[in-house]
């Protein structure tokens, strides 16, 4: 099914170590997200990359670096990992008119 | 940018319709307005868009009045299944002017027996 698939789909840290989330989306959409949601709260925008090449930070970007490595592919790199991370992760693509279409989305926790 | 305002929260009874409204004040002319519908542990999905009047699909209907400052999301003969968050959105993604445009904390629908 097309759609935005998302790796891992859960992931436990120690607290300073480093991982990557790997989003992927095959609509061929031009715009790509990573959000963070936690426990009860609405979605947290990190970073957007509004086409293939272009980067621009969201709401609550510290911590996390991106990369848009093709128009398909959108990952989000934690450096060094804080409990204040943990969260669920979700990536998202969109298009004029198409909408959002969302992963199933990353569930993270730092200890 | 587009900001949105919805209440935090509404309960309902099963069989009920309900009406959620979404404040756009600011919408601009080629903004479009989209709800999205978030289950727990689930990315959030599409329900439905619209541009003005009313708009229907098989879940839910839209209402969007003519100067387009607010739009209402109608679910009729609600289940308990529709228990939910519920997003407004207006425009799509970054627009012209480079702003982000943001999901907000939505709705939270309670739906109960």
């Known amino acids: 099914n097309a759609g935005v698939t998302q790796t891992p789909k859960f992931q436990v840290l120690k607290t300073g170590q480093s991982m990557t989330l790997q989003c992927a989306q095959d609509?061929?959409?031009?715009?790509m997200y990573w959000y963070r949601q936690d426990p009860g709260m609405g979605l947290r925008l990190i970073y957007y990359s509004a086409s293939e090449g272009t980067t621009d930070k969201g709401e609550v970007p510290n911590g996390y670096n991106v990369s848009r490595l093709n128009k398909r592919e959108f990952s989000l790199r934690l450096e060094s990992a804080a409990p204040s991370q943990t969260s669920v992760y979700f990536c998202?693509?969109?298009?004029?008119?198409?909408?959002?279409?969302f992963g199933s989305g990353t569930r993270l926790t730092v200890v | 940018l587009a900001k949105t305002t919805q209440p935090i929260s509404m309960d309902s009874y099963e069989g009920q319709e309900v009406n959620i409204t979404c404040s756009h004040n600011n919408i601009a002319t080629n903004d479009y307005i989209t709800w999205y519908q978030q289950f727990p542990s689930q990315g959030p999905r599409f329900i439905i868009q619209g541009y003005k009047t009313k708009v229907t699909n098989e879940v839910a209907s839209l209402f969007i009045p003519a100067d387009r400052k607010s739009s209402t999301l109608s679910l009729p003969r609600v289940s308990l299944s529709d228990t939910a968050v519920y997003y407004c959105?207006?425009?799509?993604?970054?627009?012209?002017?480079?702003?982000?445009?943001?999901f907000g904390g939505g709705t939270r629908l309670m739906v109960k027996p």
């Open positions: 959105l207006v425009g799509d993604g970054v627009d012209n002017a480079g702003n982000m445009l943001t």
């Open positions: 609509m061929n959409h031009n715009s």
């Open positions: 998202a693509s969109s298009e004029f008119l198409a909408g959002y279409t």
